[in-house]
């Protein structure tokens, strides 16, 4: 894998943790909580309606969700650019401690909450995620 793959990885990375950002900030409004609100059912399958958005402080927890969602995204971005050029490896190895920290935190919260399903979701997540970026670039 070339240092131009990673860096159209690092966007594709980004990309995928940035869009959950706007999906889980409709959550903090009743009208558009839909798509967060559907979300969470499938990631808690099975999907059964049990994930409800009708207390304030779920729909808060979606709106600060949603926001570092998409920082996260927007970060990783601004990471593939200039930041890469100067420092692939450390770009590299930081996207990846980042994406790993997050999946083991968010499965190991999941299945003490009884959302073990989400954990799997999330090996599915993280290898989109980290992609080719397991290994140094060539070149």
Known sequence: MTREAHKRWLKIAAFIVGSFGPIFALGSMLPTAEPARLTLDILGWPVDGAQ??????????SALTGGFLLGWGVTIWRLSGDAYD???????????AGALSWFCLDSAGSIASGNASNALFNVIVLLLVVGPMWRPAKG
Not at 52 to 60: A, I
């Open 86 to 96: 100067a420092a692939p490896e450390a770009i590299r190895t930081a996207v990846v």
């Open 52 to 61: 409800t958005y009708g207390e304030p402080t779920t729909r808060f927890l």
